[in-house]
T-cell receptor, first 112, second 117 residues
């Protein structure tokens, strides 16, 4: 079963707008990562947030983590058409496991 | 190249045939993962190798699936007696030594698209 679930499944916005994607998970984690995928092929790592962190920034990306609610959000500010892709959260379970479990993803479309 | 390399990039086979998919991880990366992604879906974990430890095979969907990693580097995923439901993109990823507390960033290959007719 999926550990992480993204919401929404699909998001359509205009260039310049902000895009927010959410991820919920079920069990305790060591870290949570966000990845981007273009055209159904290889994934690219965007950002990693550890379980003892609450917020991280990288360029136009902002990630938050709320371990009490078992949820994370990815914010892309000032979106561009080139941000159009699928975005996945992945959770690394705590307890010595190194299995990185991916959610179903959010498909983001940014229109010029 | 410096990235994760997978071959073949596309494979079309007939139901019942065996297939082998290859993954060359980034040199020096000790962790190697195989995932499967069906059209429009998320990634399904298959198997994980870490150094010389026994692999975590908990995601393999049936005994028709097997994987090995030779010399701590190249990995081969084998699917025997392929079925149509095996059609998917098979993604390989590698990662360097464990961070304190667990795996960090995964580096993905471009995947092998398998079509079983």
């Amino acid at each position: 079963s999926q550990q992480g679930e993204e919401d929404p499944q699909a998001l359509s916005i205009q260039e310049g707008e902000n895009a927010t994607m959410n991820c919920s998970y079920k069990t305790s984690i060591n870290n949570l990562q966000w990845y981007r995928q273009n055209s159904g092929r290889g994934l690219v790592h965007l950002i990693l947030i550890r379980s003892n962190e609450r917020e991280k920034h990288s360029g136009r990306l902002r990630v938050t983590l709320d371990t009490s609610k078992k949820s994370s959000s990815l914010l892309i500010t000032a979106s561009r058409a080139a941000d159009t892709a699928s975005y996945f959260c992945a959770t690394l379970l705590s307890g010595g496991y190194n299995k990185l479990i991916f959610g179903a993803g959010t498909r983001l479309a940014v229109h010029p | 190249g410096a990235g994760v390399s997978q071959s073949p990039s596309n494979k079309v086979t007939e139901k019942g045939k065996d297939v082998e998919l290859r993954c060359d991880p980034i040199s020096g990366h000790t962790a190697l993962y195989w995932y499967r992604q069906s059209l429009g879906q998320g990634l399904e974990f298959l198997i994980y190798f870490q150094g010389n430890s026994a692999p975590d095979k908990s995601g393999l969907p049936s005994d028709r699936f097997s994987a090995e990693r030779t010399g701590g580097s190249v990995s081969t995923l084998t699917i025997q007696r392929t079925q149509q439901e095996d059609s998917a993109v098979y993604l390989c990823a590698s990662s360097p030594d464990l961070l304190a507390g667990g795996i960090g960033e995964l580096f993905f290959g471009e995947g092998s698209r398998l079509t079983v007719l």
